[in-house]
């Protein structure tokens, strides 16, 4: 079938689904957007009119994207700094993490969603670069004393992994969090193998089977229909292809937890006041974080969705939480 005839049919499908599962809960308790039974969407909604939640608030569903479309147009400028500032820079060890778990070989392609000011395709590029060079270096060395299996990969290097180019693509539904991404990128020189497409998580505008790695790193928690954003994951990744996702998750000590609360609720929306003019934005971040599914109910929903061997690795006792799932 041709790519937009596809299109149309898929989505035609996805609404007749939607229709049919309003206000349904699955075996495992968790409702359709992912939060657990108890969520508004399926519980409040009156006549069609579904309800979802914005941080703590109760908004129509169709209201939601365009209230976090505005959040991050509002931050987009601030962003990177408040990161550094809330975090004190923890959150580039997270996202080194994620780097690390991946451990991308040259020639993988990856499609960075939410990606916005392009810190995790970055970090791949870089990672990629770093890989080739030691293999370069490990070429160089075993030149000098060649062993048989160098002579014969020698003979055969046309189709070998590091001829092929590494790509990444960068895809997030707003234009100011690209901007500012593109001009990070043209600062730091980097432009080989890099793109940037204005695009929607729950609709992806890329063919099937395409990327051999999908990340997504604080993005899902804004997305509306997770399970919708997690179906799209499946049909753009390779078979084999890797899911990553980044997000923050339930801190497991408790005596950690209220540390942690205090420091959300008492200094994050101080902070994004003080340093990005914008109390309501990271008030939306913390309550956010709080709505969104735990460790446990996150890997359900990402194999109620299809994906296999899925696992997750906490960071920072619980903060954040690196889920993993496969594509067979
Ligand atoms: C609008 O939406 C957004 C906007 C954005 O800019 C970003 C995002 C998405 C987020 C990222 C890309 C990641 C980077 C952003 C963050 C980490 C901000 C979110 C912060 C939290 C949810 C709070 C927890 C953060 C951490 C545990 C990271 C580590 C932070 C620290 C160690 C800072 C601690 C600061 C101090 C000790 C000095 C200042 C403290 C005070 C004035 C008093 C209050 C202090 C406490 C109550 C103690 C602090 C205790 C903790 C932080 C608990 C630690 C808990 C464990 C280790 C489990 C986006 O969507
Ligand atoms: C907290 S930022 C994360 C940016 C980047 N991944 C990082 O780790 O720094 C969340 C991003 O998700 C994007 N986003 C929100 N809803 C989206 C959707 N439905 N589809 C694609 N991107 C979305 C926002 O525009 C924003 O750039």
């Known amino acids: 079938m041709a790519a937009p005839m596809r299109v149309l ?77 809330m975090s004190l820079g923890i959150h580039r060890l997270w996202k080194d993490m994620l780097l690390h778990v991946m451990h991308p070989q040259p020639g993988a392609r990856l499609l960075d969603v939410a990606g916005g000011t ?44 590091g001829d092929r180019e590494s790509s990444a693509v960068v895809c997030d539904i707003n234009k100011e969090m690209l901007k500012v991404g593109k001009q990070k990128a043209d600062n730091m020189g980097i432009s080989a193998g890099l793109s940037w497409v204005v695009g929607d998580a729950e609709e992806l505008p890329f063919d099937d089977d395409q990327f051999d790695i999908y990340t997504i790193a604080f993005g899902i928690r804004n997305v509306t229909h997770i399970d919708q954003a997690l179906q799209e994951a499946l049909r753009v990744l390779k078979p084999g292809g890797r899911f990553m996702c980044l997000e923050f998750s339930k801190v497991t000590n408790p005596v950690l937890a209220r540390l942690y609360d205090a420091y959300s609720f008492q200094v994050i929306p101080v902070l994004g006041e003080v340093i990005a003019g914008d109390w309501k934005s990271y008030q939306y971040l913390v309550e956010s974080i709080r709505k969104f599914p735990d460790q446990e109910e996150f890997k359900l929903m990402m194999e109620d969705a299809g994906f296999y061997c899925v696992q997750y690795y906490n960071l920072t006792g619980g903060v954040v939480a690196l889920h993993s799932g496969f594509k067979l």
């Not at 395709?121 to 160089?140: G, K, M, T, V």
Request: proline share 2%; with cysteine.
């Open 118 to 161: 392009g810190d995790i395709a970055f970090r791949f590029l870089d990672y990629i670069q770093s890989q080739q060079e030691r293999q370069r270096r490990r070429e160089a060395m075993s030149s000098q004393t060649p062993s048989w299996q160098d002579i014969s990969s020698s003979y055969s290097t046309e189709d070998g992994e």
């Open 9 to 85: 049919v898929r989505r035609a499908i996805r609404l007749s689904l939607r229709n049919v599962s309003v206000g349904s809960v699955s075996a495992a308790g968790r409702s359709s957007c992912g939060s657990a039974a108890s969520c508004c969407r399926c519980f409040s909604e009156a006549a069609g009119d579904r309800n979802t939640h914005f941080g703590f608030e109760t908004v129509p569903e169709a209201e939601k994207a365009k209230r976090v479309y505005q959040v991050f147009e509002n931050v987009a400028q601030k962003y990177d700094i408040m990161n550094d500032a």
